[in-house]
């Protein structure tokens, strides 16, 4: 049984899939992001769904609960990152 087969997509609810990432200065991630999950803490450099460059420190296991539309390979430590997606 799937319990997401007769539910809408909503930004209030868990994301439907984690996507790996792989940081980069110039390419926004395929789907804007709800939120982050890190394996290995460390700063990791976004660039916010309202177009805002923010750094943030996370420890090991975190998740980072704001949008995100692209993680900065200059200025991120963190590593094992993925997003966490409504698509």
Do not use: C, Q, W
């Amino acid at each position: 049984m799937n319990p997401f087969a007769n539910r809408s997509l909503s930004l209030s609810g868990p994301a439907t899939d984690t996507v790996p990432v792989v940081p980069d200065d110039t390419i926004d991630l395929p789907h804007v992001a709800v939120g982050l999950y890190t394996e290995a803490g460390g700063a990791i450099s976004i660039v916010t769904v309202s177009g805002e460059t923010r750094t943030v420190t996370v420890a090991d296991f975190s998740i980072l609960p704001v949008g995100v539309r692209r993680v900065n390979a200059s200025g991120t430590t963190a590593s094992g990152i993925h997003a966490l997606v409504v698509a």
